[in-house]
């Protein structure tokens, strides 16, 4: 079975400085990963995906993450971020082939960008 | 307008009571979700469906009972509610669950609290 460690809680942060937010994963077979993010009293959405091919994946609002097999690791980055990315950020995975399309979910990461 | 629709928003109750949430896409998805997110912000898949099929249950306790009339509609029916039943709880949809990469778009959630 898989599962999803987001190593940081949260994540206090200055407007314009950059953040990464770590996110581990362990699984026995091949994974898609996924980086969801929710802001206050919303559901969540889509920031980025990593399915095969190159390793760095672009997302929106300015995300990136890299995706390292060697360390089972999937961190995301943003090199200046604002007021409006104050929100939580979530790492999941799914297993490549399982039935349902189950998606793990890390624990969360809170960011709280400050002026 | 909204891709994933969800009521009620807020649903406060009594120990003991019988309550829905339902659920609704007009995405023409085939894959639809239940998700639970607790006071932690952890968030856990309870049920998959597609096409009115069940997918995946997720050790859910039997008061849960998830119904899919049709593939754009998915209601979560929870008798005898407890107090561990409160939480968030979200519906997603997502294309059919053939490739496990498929993005889950979210409703906006359901504030369950059990008095």
């Known amino acids: 079975a898989q599962s999803v460690t987001q190593l940081d809680s949260q994540v206090p942060v200055f407007e314009e400085a950059p953040v990464e937010l770590r996110c581990n994963y362990s699984s026995s077979v091949s994974v898609y990963l996924f980086w969801y993010v929710q802001y206050p009293n919303q559901g969540l959405q889509l920031l980025l995906k990593?399915?095969?091919?190159?390793?760095l994946v672009k997302g929106i609002n300015g995300f990136e993450a890299e995706f390292n097999k060697s360390q089972t690791s999937f961190h995301l980055r943003k090199p200046s971020v604002h007021i409006s990315d104050t929100a939580e950020y979530f790492c999941?995975?799914?297993?490549?082939?399982?039935?349902?399309?189950?998606?793990?979910f890390g624990g969360g990461t809170r960011v709280l960008v400050k002026p | 307008d909204t891709a994933v629709s969800q009521t009620p928003k807020y649903l406060v109750t009594q120990m003991g009571n019988d309550k829905s949430i339902k659920c609704e896409q007009n995405l023409g998805h085939d894959t639809m979700y239940w998700y639970k997110q607790d006071s932690k912000k952890f968030l856990k898949i309870m049920f998959s469906y597609n096409n009115k099929e069940l997918i995946i249950n997720e050790t859910v306790p039997n008061r849960f009972s998830p119904k899919s009339p049709d593939k754009a509609h998915l209601n979560l029916h929870i008798n005898s509610l407890e107090l561990g039943d409160s939480a968030v709880y979200f519906c997603a949809s997502s294309q059919a669950s053939g490739g496990s990469h498929n993005e889950q778009f979210f409703g906006p959630g359901t504030r369950l609290t059990v008095l």
């Open positions: 999941a995975v799914s297993e490549a082939g399982a039935a349902g399309n189950k998606l793990t």
């Open positions: 990593y399915l095969s091919g190159s390793t």
